[in-house]
């Protein structure tokens, strides 16, 4: 039997259902928005929408950008060095790289991991995307910057592999990343000893 309204309970499950949020801080928040005022909600829900209708992938690094845009801002920039590409898992660990100020070459998204036990293998990847970019243009570099996990490197192993035949120099993220963890999550200081101590693969 629900002890609360209905709009209110479907509030609560939608946001229990994010990542980071268990039934008690979706609970909290649905309050919290309930005595918030008014215009905070209606922003909060233009905003869910506007992500889904106003923002697409980039057609060349598969990075998020404007729906309007066919390439991300990084992409389109002339100021970027276009012989290093750097690979990584997700969206936000662009983010976390462009943070530190430290790199300045392009990027390649592959939105994810290899992982075989959840089925997800390399044409669920952006890779082969990855190998016709990088057959297509002249790279000198590619910086191989999958997380510190199993399935991160897993993933730079298969694509060291499918890469080396292209006689391209490839490196991965040097050890200052703790194994397990997240790029997202990283320090900045931690992030720039790890891509200034990269290591080749050879």
């Known amino acids: 039997m629900r002890t609360?309204?209905?709009?209110?309970?479907?509030?609560?499950?939608?946001?229990a259902r994010l990542p980071g949020i268990g039934p008690k801080t979706a609970s909290r928040l649905t309050f919290y928005l309930l005595r918030a005022p008014e215009d905070l909600s209606h922003s909060l829900a233009e905003a869910l929408i506007g992500i889904k209708q106003n923002t697409s992938l980039c057609e060349v690094c598969f990075n998020i950008t404007q729906k309007s845009r066919s390439k991300c801002e990084i992409c389109a920039s002339q100021e970027r060095d276009r012989q290093t590409l750097?690979?990584?898992?997700?969206?936000?660990?662009?983010l976390a790289i462009e943070k530190t100020a430290g790199f300045y070459g392009l990027y390649h998204v592959l939105h994810g991991v290899l992982s075989p036990i959840e089925?997800?293998?390399?044409?669920n990847l952006k890779i082969n995307e990855l190998l016709d970019r990088l057959q297509a243009n002249d790279f000198h570099e590619v910086i191989l910057a999958t997380n510190p996990s199993m399935e991160g490197d897993a993933t730079a192993m298969y694509l060291h592999e499918r890469i080396e035949p292209l006689k391209i120099r490839v490196t991965r993220l040097a050890r200052g990343?703790?194994?397990?963890?997240?790029?997202e999550y990283a320090d900045q200081n931690t992030l720039?000893?790890?891509?200034?101590?990269?290591?080749?693969?050879?």
């Open 192 to 202: 720039l000893r790890a891509l200034a101590g990269r290591q080749s693969m050879d």
């Open 119 to 123: 089925g997800i293998g390399p044409e």
């Open 4 to 15: 609360l309204p209905e709009p209110v309970q479907k509030l609560v499950d939608a946001l």
């Open 177 to 183: 990343l703790p194994v397990g963890g997240d790029l």
């Open 86 to 94: 750097c690979v990584v898992e997700e969206p936000l660990d662009v």
